[in-house]
């Protein structure tokens, strides 16, 4: 086996999921702390839409970031501007369709927490003189911890697993767009059986071990 061939996927995707998952992690954890708590008319439209990508065929998601961040987007222009270069085709590319993928599943997970906790206890430390930030902070972010934790590993997952939406936006450009599910796919276009196996078995590990994970920490 070519080993750096082997890696290089592998690495690429580990490299993409990092990065994504900490995006994700921020803006889950936030809009899911503020929607658990908000109450305004429309509400129910704004977290449908949050939980739209969860959905939606991975083609259709692609499409749509091919629309917003193409050459002939603002988004895709000022990039461009601010870069040298077009976003599409790209690794950076490939995390904003791993953090798109990633954050209802994470967002989910993140808001049953939030909306878990008895708001009494967070109205005691506003009693006692604490700021929202304080409260958030020593209050409601420990007590939700668990399920932000959960929701993090669960959206590092699903972004490290994406393969349709990766594909549109990011093409399969070895050693620079490749992930381990495209390299799987060409893989068995092309008739290597062994080496997509070596790739999905890979896959398999990581996905099981980030599992196993989220099982203890359920039963702790």
């Known amino acids: 086996m ?3 061939t082997f890696l290089e996927p592998i690495k690429l995707s580990i490299q993409i999921s990092l990065i994504a998952s ?21 509400r129910s439209v704004l ?21 917003a961040l193409g050459r002939r987007s603002w988004l895709g222009k000022l990039y461009e501007a601010l870069f ?10 490939a995390v904003v369709a791993a953090v798109v993928v990633a954050f209802p599943l994470a967002y989910r ?26 409260v958030f902070r020593h209050i409601t972010f420990p007590l939700a911890f668990r399920s932000v934790t959960t929701g993090y590993i669960l959206g590092f997952a699903r972004g490290l697993g994406e ?5 549109m936006i990011a093409g399969n450009i070895p050693g620079r767009t490749q992930t381990i599910p ?39």
């Open 2 to 4: 070519d080993w750096p």
């Open 22 to 42: 900490i995006i994700m992690l921020l803006l889950a954890s936030i809009i899911a702390w503020r929607m658990a708590k908000a109450r305004f008319i429309g």
């Open 47 to 67: 977290d449908a839409l949050f939980m739209l990508p969860l959905v939606l065929p991975p083609t259709v998601i692609g499409f749509l970031l091919l629309v």
């Open 84 to 93: 040298g270069g077009p976003i599409i085709f790209t690794w950076e590319s």
């Open 109 to 134: 997970t993140m808001k049953a927490g939030f909306e878990g906790i008895d708001p009494s206890l967070e109205n005691a430390a506003r009693v006692y003189g604490a700021s929202e930030w304080q």
């Open 163 to 167: 393969f349709g939406a990766t594909l």
């Open 182 to 220: 495209t390299a799987i796919y060409v893989a068995m276009d092309g008739g290597s059986m062994k080496l997509a196996w070596a790739w999905a078995g890979s896959m398999m590990a990581l996905s099981f071990i980030m599992m196993l994970i989220v099982n203890r920490m359920a039963k702790d």
